[in-house]
């Protein structure tokens, strides 16, 4: 062999052997990023089961509460219904004036529970009005009092005019 044709073959080996490298350092880099990416998707998801299971005892006794006090399946107007009565037959047992109330829609955006809703105006004492919101506010019964707007009574000083919106939670009836 000539010296030139040492000198091609030692030319092309050193080329071979960087492009080799190159290839295989590629190759490296890539399956870095891939491992780098499941590595850390594997912590993520570790990180959400060690939260999940923190809080499985607390998520255990609200299933548990709700499964005790799940309401019955019902239709929508019945609800309404019954929330107006019971709404009226409160206030009247407290000594509240009960000035107007509007039947609202329905709100059936939930996947498992639509809400019934009624506006009441109403009129009393302070310490009545809050007796009421007591009765009204009970959580097992799926049922609450939002929007309330307080003002003192234009006539009469010692009493309070209260405008309240209620809603109660229920399945509804397929």
Sequence with gaps: MSDREKKLLTL?????????????????AQKKTQFDNDFNTAKT??????VFSDSSSQLAEEMTWLAEH???PAAYQDVQTKLQQFAETQARNL???I?????????????HYHRAQ?????????QALYRWF??????AAFRTAYQIRLSPNAQ??????????????????T
């Design 70 to 72: 799940e309401p019955q």
């Design 118 to 126: 009624i506006k009441i105006n109403l009129s009393g004492h302070e």
């Design 134 to 139: 007591d009765a009204i506010n009970d959580p």
């Design 45 to 50: 998801r570790l990180q959400q089961a060690i």
């Design 156 to 173: 009469d000083d010692t009493l309070i005019d209260c405008s309240a919106t209620l809603a109660q939670w229920f399945p509804p009836s």
């Design 12 to 28: 092309l080996l050193v080329a071979g052997f960087l492009i080799l490298n190159f290839f295989l350092y590629s190759l490296y």
């Design 95 to 97: 000594g509240l004036t």
């Design 99 to 111: 000035k107007s109330q509007e039947l609202l829609p329905t709100d059936d955006s939930g996947a």
